[in-house]
Nanobody, 126 residues
Framework: QVQLVESGGGLVQTGGSLRLSCAAS????????LGWFRQAPGKEREFVAA????????SYADSVKGRFTISRDNTKITVSLQMNSLKPEDTAVYYC???????????????????WGQGTQVTVSS
């Protein structure tokens, strides 16, 4: 069974930093694009960042550009999201996601991802 397990969420003050990590249970994800999405209460799930299978291309939502950095380690089949200068509006449940098909272009919509983690809560206090 495919599993994506996130970790690293928590409570942080405005301006602080957190690092989220996601571990994949299947080695074939080393050839998959991986992404991070988030969902705040009462809102739809939205794209945050994504990275191609070899880390050659990344994409970020405008709201996080310059503050968040996505990276991956294909030897450990993990993807990380370094979040700096956090704001209260970053508060949400963050989800790791993986594509089941090979993609050359960074996928940024939820419909392009086939596997999802259970989510980890990030709360930024003002």
């Amino acid at each position: 069974q495919v599993q994506l397990v996130e970790s690293g969420g928590g409570l942080v003050q405005t301006g602080g930093s957190l690092r989220l990590s996601c571990a994949a249970s299947r080695s074939t994800f080393s050839r998959s694009a991986l992404g991070w999405f988030r969902q705040a209460p009462g809102k739809e799930r939205e794209f945050v960042a994504a990275i191609t299978w070899n880390g050659g291309s990344t994409s970020y939502a405008d709201s996080v550009k310059g503050r968040f950095t996505i990276s991956r380690d294909n030897t450990k089949i993990t993807v990380s999201l370094q979040m700096n200068s956090l704001k209260p509006e970053d508060t949400a449940v963050y989800y790791c996601a993986a594509c089941s098909v090979f993609r050359m272009v960074v996928p940024t919509s939820t419909s392009e991802y086939d596997y999802w983690g259970q989510g980890t809560q990030v709360t930024v206090s003002s």
